[in-house]
C-alpha cells in the first residue's frame, strides 16, 4: 500500500468515484497551482470499493459545481493543523453558469459571446439542464 | 378598473410570465379597448414604441405599430437588421441600452431563440418578445387568447385540436402551454409523424398540468370533438432543407368537405399568414375566424403596452 502523508492546511477533494481523479485534476486546472498536489487512484475505500483522491497542499478556490456535475459522490474537506475543519458534500447542482454550452445551435448564448450560458436543473437522473434562455434540454456529460 | 399595477415597467418574454390574472386583466381590457376605442385614442400621447425587427414581420410589426398609433402613441424602429447599427456588428445588449433611451417600450423579434430575454436584461424599458425563433410568442398566444373568449366566452374545459406544423410552430408551442393552465382543456394534435410536438414538451404538459392529449394523424378524427380548430402553417423558413419543405407543404389542407364533420359552434384560428393549408372557400364560413382574430391582435397589444406602460384613463 502507497502511504501518502496527511496535509497539515488544505484541501481534501474525497470520495471520488475510481477513474475519475484524472478528469477532475485536470477541469480544476491543478497542474498550474504551483502547491504541492497529490492524485490518488483506485485506493481501497469501505463505501466504494475503490475511490480517487486529491489532495492540495493550499487552500483554493474549488468550483463544487463542476465537482457535483462530474460526480456527486465527492467530498470537499478543509484542513486546518491536520484537522477537518469544514466537509461539504457536493450535490448536482440546481444553476449552473458557464460550465457548459447550450445544445440548441439557434440559441442566442451560442453567437453573442458576452452572455454566459445559464441553466436550471431539468432532470437530476439524466443530469439535463433547461436553459435559461431558449429553454432547450442540454445534457450535461463534462467526461 | 382593468389596470393591474403590478404590471407596470414589466417585461413580456413568456406568456409564463403572467400569472392567469394578469393574463383576464389584459383582456379585459382589450375587450373593452374594442367596445369603445375613441375612450383610448389619447392614453399613450407621449409614449413612444420601438420596434426592433432583426427578422422580417407583416402582421405582428403593423399590428403593435397600429396599436401605439390608436392609443395617440409614436413609432421608431428598424425592419431589417441589415439597415441598422446591427449590419456594423453591434450587440443585442447594446443596441437595447441605447434604444432604452429613444422609447418608452419596445417590442423585439429575432431569429435567435432566447434572445429577447438577453435584452431584456439590457433594457431599462419595458421589452415585449415579438417571437425568437421557434421558441415563444406571447403577443401571438395573448391574440388567441382573446379570440377564444371572444368566441367562446370562456378559456376553461375547451378541446382544441392544433393541426400543421407542431414540431417548429412557435405560436403553437405558447398557446398550448397557456391553454394547459387552465382547467378542463383536451388537446387534439393532428400531425404528420415529422412535425408532431416536441416529446419534450408533450411530457411537460402531461406531468405538470395533468393534460389530456389525443394524437391524430388525420384531422377528420379529430373534427367532431372540437371547440377549435387551430391551425398553422408549414413554415418554410424553420426547415434546414428545401426537400423536406415541399414533402410536407401539402400535408393537413382545411375545406369545405371537412368542414362538414365540425360542430355547428367550432371555431377555426389561424396565426396568419397561410399557404394552402386553409381553402379559400372556407374564408365564407362563419366559423372561420382568423381575419377576425388578425384584428383582436391590435387590441390585445393595445392592452398590453397599456399595462406594462402603467399607462391609466
Do not use: W
Amino acid at each position: 500500500m502507497i502511504e501518502v502523508a496527511s496535509i497539515k492546511r488544505g484541501i481534501v477533494i474525497d470520495h471520488i468515484t475510481a477513474g475519475k481523479g484524472l478528469l477532475i485534476f485536470n477541469k480544476l486546472n491543478l497542474a498550474s497551482l504551483g502547491y504541492p498536489v497529490v492524485l490518488l487512484m483506485n485506493v481501497p475505500s469501505g463505501r466504494m470499493g475503490k475511490k480517487d483522491i486529491i489532495k492540495i497542499e493550499n487552500f483554493v478556490d474549488v468550483d463544487t459545481a463542476m465537482l457535483g456535475l462530474i460526480d456527486s459522490s465527492i467530498t470537499v474537506n478543509v484542513i486546518e493543523s491536520e484537522h477537518v475543519t469544514n466537509k461539504v458534500r457536493v450535490s448536482i447542482p440546481q444553476d449552473v453558469k458557464g460550465l457548459f454550452t447550450c445544445s440548441n445551435p439557434r440559441c442566442v448564448t451560442n453567437t453573442d459571446s458576452y452572455v454566459m450560458p445559464s441553466f436550471r436543473l431539468h432532470d437530476k437522473k439524466s443530469c439535463s439542464y433547461s436553459c435559461e434562455y431558449c429553454e432547450e434540454i442540454t445534457r450535461v456529460n463534462l467526461a | 378598473m382593468f389596470f393591474m399595477k403590478n404590471l407596470q415597467g414589466r417585461h413580456l418574454i413568456s406568456p409564463n410570465d403572467l400569472s392567469l390574472e394578469e393574463i383576464r386583466a389584459i383582456i379585459e381590457l382589450a375587450h373593452d379597448m374594442k367596445r369603445n376605442r375613441s375612450k383610448y385614442s389619447t392614453l399613450c400621447q407621449g409614449q413612444i414604441l420601438a420596434t426592433l425587427f432583426y427578422e422580417p414581420s407583416t402582421r405582428t410589426k403593423l399590428s403593435f405599430e397600429s396599436a401605439m398609433l390608436r392609443m395617440g402613441g409614436s413609432i421608431l424602429g428598424f425592419s431589417d437588421a441589415n439597415t441598422s447599427a446591427v449590419a456594423k456588428g453591434e450587440s443585442i445588449a447594446d443596441t437595447i441600452r441605447v434604444l432604452g433611451s429613444y422609447a418608452d417600450i419596445a417590442v423585439m423579434r429575432h431569429p435567435r431563440e432566447g434572445a429577447p430575454k438577453l435584452a431584456s436584461e439590457f433594457s431599462a424599458i419595458p421589452l415585449i418578445n415579438g417571437g425568437d425563433g421557434g421558441h415563444q410568442h406571447p403577443t401571438q398566444t395573448l391574440t388567441d387568447l382573446l379570440t377564444i373568449d371572444t368566441y367562446r366566452q370562456r378559456l376553461d374545459g375547451l378541446s382544441v385540436a392544433f393541426c400543421g406544423d407542431l414540431k417548429y410552430g412557435r405560436t403553437v408551442h405558447s398557446l398550448i402551454e397557456t391553454l394547459a393552465r387552465y382547467q378542463g382543456c383536451k388537446f387534439y394534435l393532428v400531425s404528420p409523424e415529422e412535425l408532431v410536438l416536441p416529446l419534450r414538451q408533450k411530457e411537460h404538459l402531461v406531468k405538470k398540468y395533468g393534460s389530456e392529449i389525443i394524437e391524430c394523424r388525420r384531422m377528420e378524427e379529430a373534427l367532431p370533438h372540437l371547440d377549435i380548430l387551430y391551425m398553422t402553417r408549414i413554415q418554410k423558413e424553420r426547415f434546414f432543407n428545401e426537400a423536406d419543405y415541399l414533402r410536407l407543404k401539402n400535408s393537413f389542407i382545411l375545406d369545405a368537405e371537412k368542414m362538414k364533420l365540425a360542430k355547428s359552434d367550432m371555431i377555426v384560428m389561424h396565426p396568419l399568414p397561410r399557404v394552402n393549408e386553409i381553402s379559400y372557400e372556407v374564408d365564407r364560413d362563419p366559423r372561420a375566424v382568423y381575419f377576425p382574430q388578425a384584428e383582436l391582435g391590435v387590441y390585445v397589444r393595445m392592452a398590453l403596452m397599456a399595462h406594462l406602460l402603467g399607462v391609466s384613463k
